[in-house]
């Protein structure tokens, strides 16, 4: 996990990622391996991203992640 900011607006996402492997029936037959959370944040201009892992993020309050998880099956409903 990487460390987050305590200083920075942070969002959060629930993602799916494929891990390359020719041989991966779980990425052969679908969105990949998955949900995994992950935080974003700004410094300056970069976009910075950390992985959180499959537990929900710790001390993100529960509109946030209500949301995010919202926005994770409109995107399974929608495809």
């Known amino acids: ?36 959370w992950y935080a974003y944040w700004r410094e300056g201009t970069k976009l910075r991203s950390g992985y959180i892992g499959k537990t929900q993020p710790a001390g993100a309050p529960p509109s946030v992640i209500a949301r995010a998880e919202a926005r994770l099956v409109a995107v399974l409903v929608g495809a």
Do not use: A, E, N
Not at 12 to 34: E, I
């Open 1 to 36: 996990m990487t460390k987050l900011p305590t200083d920075l607006h942070i969002t959060y996402q629930l993602q799916f990622r494929k891990c390359g492997k020719p041989s991966c029936g779980t990425c052969k037959r679908g969105r990949g391996h998955g949900p995994y």
